[in-house]
């Protein structure tokens, strides 16, 4: 059949409910430092807080047929909502505000496609939707990615897309990257 990419409106985002789920699973597979973490995340609790808490929420899926394979989440919000809670964690600081142009940043806060579909372009594509979207900002000159630790083929695939890595948090259980 082919991959063919939608993307999804506000009214229908539960439909990766069980792909977001997957991917905090597989979060917590490649994760070394603080996987138990991993166990109170999920799409409940990850990413209707951040559609919800976004000025401005790009998502778009990969399906394959009707089946949904990959999808991608972004979202422009204000910079201070990166300061606090992560998914009800502890508080934390994301980046440095002082480095920030403007008021709000750009994110690219969710990825994933499931393992039998990966190394087919999929993610270049998503990647590239993501991006194009966040790009059409004009205001928004600040663009970040947070990886989760032992995540290497994420952190390799977002620097070989020009994406620097700026610092880690949490204790390096996020690695934080930045546009360049």
């Known amino acids: ?49 951040s559609y919800k808490g976004a000025k401005a929420n790009f998502l778009m899926v990969a399906k394959d047929g009707d089946e949904i394979v990959g999808y991608t989440y972004s979202n422009i919000s204000n910079k201070t909502t990166y300061s606090g809670g992560f998914a009800t964690l502890k508080a934390v600081d994301f980046f440095d505000f002082n480095s920030v142009k403007g008021h709000e940043v750009g994110c690219l806060s969710q990825f994933y496609i499931k393992d039998s579909y990966r190394q087919r372009g999929i993610g270049t594509v998503l990647f590239n939707e993501s991006m194009n979207w966040l790009n059409s900002f004009e205001g928004i000159k600040d663009l970040f990615i947070f990886v989760s630790n032992g995540n290497n083929s994420a952190l390799k695939f977002y620097e070989e897309k020009s994406f620097k890595i700026s610092h880690e948090i949490l204790e390096g259980f996020i690695t934080v990257l930045r546009n360049s």
């Open 1 to 49: 059949m082919g991959i063919h990419y939608e993307r999804i409106s506000d009214d229908n985002i539960s439909c990766v409910k069980d792909l977001c789920n997957e991917l905090m699973t597989y979060q917590k597979s490649k994760a070394h430092i603080h996987p138990e973490w991993f166990d109170n995340m999920s799409f409940e609790s990850r990413f209707i807080p």
